[in-house]
Antibody, heavy 123, light 107 residues
Framework: QVQLVQSGAEVKKPGSSVKVSCKAS????????ISWVRQAPGQGLEWMGG????????NYAQKFQGRVTITTDESTSTAYMELSSLRSEDTAVYYC????????????????WGQGTMVTVSS | DIQLTQSPSFLSASVGDRVTITCRAS??????LAWYQQKPGKAPKLLIY???TLQSGVPSRFSGSGSGTEFTLTISSLQPEDFATYYC?????????FGPGTKVDIK
């Protein structure tokens, strides 16, 4: 069974960048899309963007365009999410999730999630 | 972007109760909707995809219905482990937005 294991908690200064990793184990990595979702303390879920490793093309939410970069390294079955120009409002738990396509491939859902990475932005 | 609203935002219920949560989309999304359950400090868990298909391993007391702009998640008989926050998500088009969540608490 595929598992997604994320890197550890980070504390960053405003204006800096953070890069969170998400390593897949136990299954095929490149066949599935990976999305990143964040959750600020006490708040709901927010989709940031996603990538299909085999194609290498990422889609980003407009809100994060220009600040977020999602990449993959197929040799290590790892996805990365880098967020730049950090501000206090970016303090959140960041999750990676596998996007599974069901049936004829038209219906998607996030079926496997990483454990989450807490990113704290504070001066 | 497609906006999702959920009602109620908070629900107090007892073990054994039938619970229904509604998710509405700002435009038609066919059946491209998923439901997730999240417990404090944990990652979300997929319950239902394609609006009404139960994810493998999810108890049959959970069910989903709807298409277009209105969807429901029903728990037929609430169990102690079901007290959590529930989110809907549209996967019709980017960005894959989530609803604001419905917290189900113990009465």
């Amino acid at each position: 069974q595929v598992q997604l294991v994320q890197s550890g908690a980070e504390v960053k200064k405003p204006g800096s960048s953070v890069k969170v990793s998400c390593k897949a184990s136990g299954g095929t990595f490149s066949s599935y899309a990976i999305s990143w979702v964040r959750q600020a303390p006490g708040q709901g879920l927010e989709w940031m963007g996603g990538i299909i490793p085999i194609f290498g093309t990422a889609n980003y939410a407009q809100k994060f365009q220009g600040r977020v970069t999602i990449t993959t390294d197929e040799s290590t079955s790892t996805a990365y999410m880098e967020l730049s120009s950090l501000r206090s409002e970016d303090t959140a738990v960041y999750y990676c999730a596998r996007v599974n396509y069901y049936g004829s491939g038209t219906h998607a859902a996030f079926d496997i999630w990483g454990q989450g990475t807490m990113v704290t932005v504070s001066s | 972007d497609i906006q999702l609203t959920q009602s109620p935002s908070f629900l107090s219920a007892s073990v054994g109760d039938r619970v229904t949560i509604t998710c509405r989309a700002s435009q038609g999304i066919s059946s491209y909707l998923a439901w997730y359950q999240q417990k404090p400090g944990k990652a979300p868990k997929l319950l239902i995809y394609a609006a009404s298909t139960l994810q493998s391993g999810v108890p049959s007391r959970f069910s989903g219905s709807g298409s277009g702009t209105e969807f429901t998640l029903t728990i037929s008989s609430l169990q102690p482990e079901d007290f959590a926050t529930y989110y809907c998500q549209q996967l019709n088009s980017y960005p894959f937005t989530f609803g604001p969540g419905t917290k189900v608490d113990i009465k």
